[in-house]
């Protein structure tokens, strides 16, 4: 493989000595940059542009050609795991992710295939491949996968949600179906992961988007433990370095103590903790990501980058940061905001790591 010329993030997510700052923004490719609608609406449709691998490159790494970003995330979607078990995903204009055939009853579960990543997903291999390739070593390149518990929700409710009726209802009275199928999905995306790694990966998130909504107890059972497992089952060494996981659930904020004793080496924090907090509640553990609320982006330059001094005093001088959103860049940000985002952090970080 191609000799990495820029492995700053790599280091700092393992808290290893940095010069600055690494910076990269979830989402950072998407619908707030022209050039990927372009590339979007020649695909057709948004499933269709995760299933080119060419076109998945090419969408990855226009940002890298616009902003000095430290690191590429594969384009790809969280639920990719589902659609390959024969859930029948597709996205409608305006209501997101929708399952033909949600999971409602315990034989659907219990049929439920545990999909080959050489099989029904070879489309992500051979987009991180491509992508690795065409890189040229310039940043490393992050694979992902949504939580356990996160595909689970989508899985069940069928679609996205706000009062989780039917995944909670499942968890309050059928909780061995829901744990069942839990298994079987952090069974599929240790495989999964494995194989982005094998294929090129060389750091490895785990969304867990929706972890936040459930209790501090049920928090625990139902999406911790199954990280956990995950983590236990990854490949950790490639290409004769350390590849990094990162565990973000979102509004987690609380349980930071507890996600940095699974052996991740960065976490992600949201916009509702401050990461003098977050630093404290986790020592020297792990690394933390993030943590910029993604709307600031809607506001004047000055204040980005007052908010970036605020974010990089609060974690304060020394290792183990990577500057990052707190969730994903919104799409109507407009796209030189972003750039003053980054920017910012490049040019008021090095005083942080003398």
Not at 120 to 132: G, P, Q
Not at 288 to 300: A, C, E, H, V
Request: hydrophobic share 40%.
């Amino acid at each position: 493989m191609t000799e990495l010329i820029n492995d700053i993030y790599l280091r700092a997510a393992i808290s290893g000595p940095v010069e600055r700052t690494p910076v990269w923004m979830m989402r950072q490719a998407g619908r707030y940059l022209p050039e990927y609608r372009a590339v979007r609406e020649q695909a057709g449709d948004f499933m269709s542009l995760c299933k080119n691998a060419e076109l998945a490159c090419e969408v990855t790494i226009q940002p890298l050609e616009r902003y000095p970003l430290d690191a590429a995330i594969l384009f790809s979607d969280i639920l990719t795991i589902p659609d390959a078990m024969g859930l029948g995903l597709s996205f409608k204009q305006g209501e997101g992710p929708c399952f033909a055939n949600p999971l409602r009853t315990s034989s659907d579960i219990k049929n439920l295939p545990i999909p080959d990543p050489a099989d029904k997903l070879s489309y992500v291999m051979n987009a991180v491949s491509i992508i690795r390739r065409e890189l040229k070593g310039r940043v490393p390149l992050i694979g992902f996968s949504g939580s356990p518990w996160t595909l689970a929700t989508y899985m069940v409710e069928g679609s996205s949600s706000k009062e989780y009726r039917h995944v909670k209802g499942m968890m309050f009275s059928d909780p061995q179906s829901l744990h069942l199928l839990l298994d079987k999905l952090a069974d599929s995306i240790i495989a999964y992961l494995n194989a982005q790694v094998a294929s090129g990966a060389q750091a490895l998130m785990i969304f867990d988007t929706w972890g936040g909504v459930l209790t501090p107890r049920d928090y625990k059972e139902f999406s911790l433990n199954y990280m956990q497992k995950i983590i236990d089952g990854l490949t950790r060494q490639a290409d004769g370095r350390k590849v990094p996981v990162t565990l973000f659930t979102k509004n987690g904020g609380q349980w930071l103590d507890i996600m940095a004793e699974t052996g991740a080496d960065c976490l992600g924090v949201d916009w509702t903790m401050d990461l003098c907090d977050a630093r404290a509640s986790v020592g020297d553990k792990v690394a933390l990501q993030g943590n910029m609320d993604p709307t600031i982006l809607y506001g004047s330059p000055e204040r980005i980058r007052e908010e970036v001094a605020t974010i990089l005093k609060s974690f304060g001088h020394g290792n183990g940061h990577v500057f990052n959103l707190g969730h994903g860049i919104h799409q109507f940000v407009d796209p030189e905001n972003a750039g003053v985002f980054i920017n910012a952090v490049k040019d008021l970080s090095p005083a942080y790591h003398l």
